[in-house]
């Protein structure tokens, strides 16, 4: 399978706990982005990467988030601290630049804080 | 980036062609109209992009009025393997995609 991988496809914590997801895109693609999707609502940006630079992250990505793209190969995003608030799904989504990028999604990492 | 407005859901019956419109009326000149759908459970999936003049795919066919202010997605023969949530968004090259609340399309036996 060559599409964008998610890990884990599941996680449940407690509150307050640190958590990390990994995102492997298609292996030519040098953009990354990270989605956050809740219930009934349309998936929303968080940050994208083209190679390993982080271009640009969005205000709803507070400090206790922080993604990684090293190598620019695969991704991290990791919460500290985590909340009630941060269960949701997490998207991951991948593509090349230009003028008729087209976003790869992977399956998702849905997170439950206890 | 453009704002977009979709009906909240809309039925469509099995092996007739669903038509989802959309008003993107803020889009500005070098904003790609793209449509993606979301299937329950799964990551958003493409499904076909214009800028100016309709395109077809294997998938869908888009329609995009001349004024660029809206456009219309059409699966022309849907099944049940339709049923999702559609997305449209106005795209600028080289960056981020914005994805509003969708239409949740119902297909009907």
């Known amino acids: 399978d060559t599409g964008v991988s998610q890990d884990p496809r599941h996680k449940i914590t407690k509150r307050g706990q640190n958590v990390t997801f990994r995102c492997d895109p298609i292996?030519?693609?040098?953009?990354l982005y990270w989605y956050r999707q809740t219930l009934g609502q349309g998936p929303e940006f968080l940050t994208y990467?083209?190679?390993?630079?982080?271009?640009?992250k969005s205000r709803l990505l507070s400090d206790r988030f922080s993604a990684e793209r090293p190598k620019g190969s695969f991704s991290t995003l990791e919460i500290q601290r985590t909340e009630q608030g941060d269960s949701a799904m997490y998207l991951c989504?991948?593509?090349?630049?230009?003028?008729?990028?087209?976003?790869?999604f992977g399956s998702g990492t849905q997170l439950s804080v206890l | 980036d453009a704002k977009t407005t979709q009906p909240t859901s809309m039925d469509c019956a099995e092996g007739r062609a669903a038509n989802l419109p959309c008003n993107h009326s803020?889009?500005?000149?070098?904003?790609?109209v793209y449509w993606y759908r979301q299937i329950h459970s799964q990551g958003p999936q493409y499904i076909i992009h214009?800028?100016?003049n309709n395109e077809t795919n294997e998938m869908a066919s888009l329609i995009i009025t001349e004024d660029r202010k809206s456009s219309t997605l059409i699966l022309p023969h849907a099944t049940l393997r339709d049923t999702a949530v559609y997305y449209c968004?106005?795209?600028?090259?080289?960056?981020?995609?914005?994805f509003g609340s969708g239409t949740k399309l119902n297909v009907k036996p």
């Open positions: 990467f083209q190679n390993e630079a982080q271009l640009e």
């Open positions: 968004m106005g795209a600028p090259n080289f960056n981020k995609f914005y």
């Open positions: 803020t889009i500005s000149g070098n904003e790609y």
């Open positions: 292996s030519e693609h040098n953009r």
């Open positions: 214009g800028l100016k």
């Open positions: 989504a991948s593509s090349t630049a230009g003028n008729n990028e087209k976003l790869f």
